[in-house]
Antibody
């Protein structure tokens, strides 16, 4: 059974930083791209970032480019999202997903709240 | 940046067919994926690569494309189909439509 477990969310002040983690199990992690998708409560899905299986190829939404960094540790079956210079409009539930085109497995999400 | 346009809401009676559209420039050249999301839950992939059904997705779910519009069709709609549905493409990054709330009357 595939499982994706996100952690690292919480309350942070504007301008602050946070690192999200997503531990994967149940599939050959290093052969799959991974993505982060966020959702403001009550609103739609927004793709944030993705990287390939090796971690060499990364993509970012314009809204986070230069502030967020995606990475992975294939020895730990973990993908990370380092979020810097956080703003109020970054407040959302952040989901980790397997693949970056057809995202076929999702975690339950971790809530990030950016507020003074 | 690339934009996908979905109707905010669609309503259908049980047993009827629901059709949810997704419009985008030159969408015929892109692979479309569809997700179902119930309140408080993570999205679930229901159609991949235009018309593929992942394991466990009922045959009632199908996808198609014509011109600049992709369509998710749910035949013989059931109460459990009530959810938000999102289309998505990959254009050097992921792009989601705004989502459509399906209401089963």
């Amino acid at each position: 059974e595939v499982q994706l477990l996100e952690s690292g969310g919480g309350l942070v002040q504007p301008g602050g930083s946070l690192r999200l983690s997503c531990v994967a199990s149940g599939f050959n992690f290093l052969t799959y791209a991974m993505s982060w998708v966020r959702q403001v409560p009550g609103e739609g899905l927004e793709w944030v970032s993705g990287l390939d299986g090796s971690g060499d190829v990364t993509h970012y939404a314009d809204s986070v480019k230069g502030r967020f960094t995606i990475s992975r540790d294939n020895s730990k079956n973990t993908v990370y999202l380092q979020m810097n210079s956080l703003r109020g409009d970054d407040t959302a539930v952040y989901f980790c997903a397997k693949e970056w085109s057809a995202m076929d497995e999702w975690g339950q999400g971790t809530l990030v709240t950016v507020s003074p | 940046s690339y934009v996908l346009t979905q109707p905010p809401s669609v309503s259908v009676a049980p047993g009827e067919a629901a059709r949810i559209t997704c419009g985008g420039n030159n969408i015929g050249s892109k692979n479309i994926h569809w997700y179902k999301q119930r309140p408080g839950q993570a999205p679930v992939l229901v159609i991949s690569y235009n018309n593929g059904r992942p394991s466990g997705i009922p045959e009632r779910f199908s996808g198609s494309k014509s011109g600049n519009t992709a369509t998710l069709t749910i035949s013989r709609v059931e109460a459990g189909d009530e959810a938000d549905y999102y289309c998505q493409v990959w254009v050097s990054g992921g792009v989601f439509g705004g989502g459509t709330k399906l209401t089963v009357l």
